[in-house]
């Protein structure tokens, strides 16, 4: 059954009918209504994620072109329209050989225990290009001999009533045509025999599936080790074939940020700073209800979920005579540690408290890092570290613009570099491999749907307008003998979410505040 959604097309093209398969039946730029329901009441729709129609609250109507068709207006993911994924894999496609077919697995469901699953993520190179937001799936991305001309096949796991009541709702092989403007659809299950002439024709494969895990997606269990002299059907076809990786081709469209995906981290940035300036507002005593209050208040606050676990740490005690009690060196250990998790420590009276977290807004993050103390004021040596942290910091962010030509390997040796001068003046003995010993990290990476985004992009690149990036200097003071005093298990990291642009950074996370005398106002 149609429901009624108008899909944009944008290309034609005769194919042969392929039995299970569903189609569009749509031509190059119709002009199309928008979406309309002659048969379907909207409260019988029922898809695997949210859409206008089921969750008004969440996506807004798109608003039609003049002179496009209706539904490139329509967001297909919050902030996102059906028109910028198409945009997406065009791009893709024009990167790709004639007949080079490139091919897309969605993450399967990983399960804690038996039946008992995890939140479920998608592969961020799948949902970049589909919007879809669902386990089983397998995009097909084909070049043809004629241009730039394209086709885009989605299988999916079709509508089942009955399994659906215990797993929930499906989106089902129409809307995979309907709303998700694929070409071609058909069940997952079927997949090796619908993908066939698609393998068969192509002249190159590329794709990043791997068969090194049996619960791999569909398409990846299809591969066997090369060569396979026993190997029969689809994987036979695939022997047969050149595969190449596709990551780096597709994380050189991905690296710089759209309009669309630069609103949706503003969004998360803003909703996860104000979180955290909240939470200064507040005493704490474990490090497990800080954690708690955080990922509740992104939420809150309009984020979907947590962009990754949040790393909630205990620091330095204020007085530096304390600084053989017994629970020192853990303390000092939990915010030294740069990915701490376990969250399940005290937070006594005159430590510092780090908390790197950041919520998630239509899949894309945020990533912010603040440090603040858990009594009213700063010591004087933690302040004084707090503030040569800082004051790289904000060197760094200025830097973050595309008319400096920095790189961000430029740019960590320009932290290095105010950090060392400002660890001298504090009467730090920096020769040898002091530095490396105090900012054990790099100053940052690229983000945007993933924490470390487009992982293959290099950090030695000049940054360009469009990319956003984290940028945290930390120092980390080892309890030794080899440190200052004063100093000794103090550990602070300053990070915020930046978008680059031409000639002056947006800071994304500007709402967590960070100014020693506006963190103090907040525990006072």
């Known amino acids: 059954m149609r429901y009624g959604f108008c899909a944009l097309r944008w290309h034609a093209r005769s194919i042969p009918q392929t039995p299970g398969l569903v189609r569009s039946s749509q031509q190059v730029f119709p002009r199309i209504p928008s979406r309309f329901y002659a048969s379907v009441s909207t409260t019988d729709l029922q898809f695997g994620q949210?859409?206008?129609?089921?969750?008004?609250?969440?996506?807004?109507?798109?608003?039609?072109?003049?002179?496009?068709?209706?539904?490139?207006?329509?967001?297909?993911?919050?902030?996102?329209?059906?028109?910028?994924?198409?945009?997406?894999?065009?791009?893709?496609?024009?990167?790709?050989?004639?007949?080079?077919?490139?091919?897309?697995?969605?993450?399967?469901?990983?399960?804690?225990?038996?039946?008992?699953?995890?939140?479920?993520?998608?592969?961020?190179?799948?949902?970049?290009?589909?919007?879809?937001?669902?386990?089983?799936?397998?995009?097909?991305?084909?070049?043809?001999?004629?241009?730039?001309?394209?086709?885009?096949?989605?299988?999916?796991?079709?509508?089942?009533?009955?399994?659906?009541?215990?797993?929930?709702?499906?989106?089902?092989?129409?809307?995979?045509?309907?709303?998700?403007?694929?070409?071609?659809?058909?069940?997952i299950k079927d997949i090796e025999r619908l993908l066939a002439q698609s393998i068969s024709d192509a002249s190159e494969i590329f794709t990043d599936s791997s068969p090194s895990q049996s619960s791999a997606s569909a398409f990846s269990r299809l591969f066997k080790s090369k060569p396979s002299f026993n190997a029969t059907g689809l994987a036979k076809l695939l022997?047969?074939?050149?595969?190449?990786?596709?990551?780096?081709?597709?994380?050189?469209i991905r690296y710089i940020k759209s309009v669309a995906e630069i609103t949706n981290m503003r969004k998360a940035g803003q909703a996860s700073g104000r979180a955290l300036t909240e939470a200064m507002r507040h005493s704490w005593t474990t490090e497990k209800d800080l954690a708690a209050f955080l990922e509740y208040t992104f939420k809150r606050n309009g984020c979907d979920t947590s962009a990754y676990v949040p790393v909630v740490a205990r620091g330095k005690v204020h007085d530096a005579s304390s600084m053989f009690q017994d629970n020192l060196l853990t303390s000092f250990k939990n915010a030294s540690q740069i990915h701490y998790v376990r969250n399940d420590d005290v937070l006594p009276e005159n430590d510092l408290v780090l908390a790197d977290a950041g919520g998630q807004y239509g899949n894309y993050i945020t990533d912010i890092t603040r440090v603040w103390p858990i009594s009213r004021t700063f010591s004087p040596p933690q302040k004084d570290l707090y503030n040569a942290v800082l004051a790289t910091q904000r060197t760094c962010i200025a830097l973050c613009r595309a008319d400096a030509a920095n790189s961000l390997d430029r740019i960590h040796q320009i932290a290095e570099s105010s950090l060392r001068d400002s660890l001298k003046g504090?009467?730090?003995?920096?020769?040898?491999?002091?530095?490396?010993?105090?900012?054990?990290?790099?100053?940052?990476?690229?983000?945007?749907?993933?924490?470390h985004d487009t992982p293959d992009?290099?950090?030695?690149?000049?940054?360009?307008?469009?990319?956003?990036?984290?940028?945290?200097?930390g120092i980390y003071v080892p309890d030794t003998d080899r440190w200052p005093v004063a100093f000794r298990g103090i550990a602070v990291r300053i990070e915020d979410s930046v978008c680059v642009q031409d000639e002056n950074p947006l800071v994304l996370t500007t709402e967590a505040v960070k100014e020693v005398d506006d963190i103090e106002a907040l525990r006072s």
Not at 60 to 72: F, L, Y
Not at 102 to 117: P, Q, W
Not at 139 to 151: C, E, L, N, R
Not at 459 to 468: D, F, N, S, T, V
């Open 50 to 187: 949210p859409l206008h129609e089921t969750h008004p609250h969440l996506l807004k109507a798109g608003e039609p072109s003049n002179i496009e068709p209706a539904n490139q207006g329509e967001k297909v993911t919050p902030g996102i329209t059906a028109s910028e994924y198409a945009q997406r894999r065009s791009k893709l496609a024009s990167k790709l050989p004639k007949n080079g077919v490139a091919i897309l697995a969605a993450s399967d469901v990983k399960y804690r225990s038996g039946a008992v699953f995890y939140e479920f993520h998608q592969d961020s190179d799948f949902f970049y290009l589909t919007g879809f937001n669902e386990p089983e799936a397998v995009a097909v991305i084909g070049k043809s001999t004629v241009d730039d001309d394209h086709s885009f096949h989605l299988f999916v796991r079709p509508k089942d009533p009955k399994v659906e009541q215990w797993e929930g709702s499906r989106s089902g092989t129409q809307a995979a045509v309907d709303v998700f403007n694929a070409d071609e659809s058909g069940d």
């Open 239 to 252: 022997d047969q074939k050149t595969v190449k990786p596709l990551r780096s081709i597709l994380h050189s």
């Open 426 to 451: 504090l009467g730090f003995d920096m020769r040898g491999d002091a530095l490396e010993t105090l900012f054990p990290h790099h100053l940052g990476h690229y983000i945007g749907l993933e924490i």
């Open 457 to 473: 992009q290099s950090r030695k690149i000049p940054l360009e307008a469009g990319q956003c990036v984290a940028i945290e200097p």
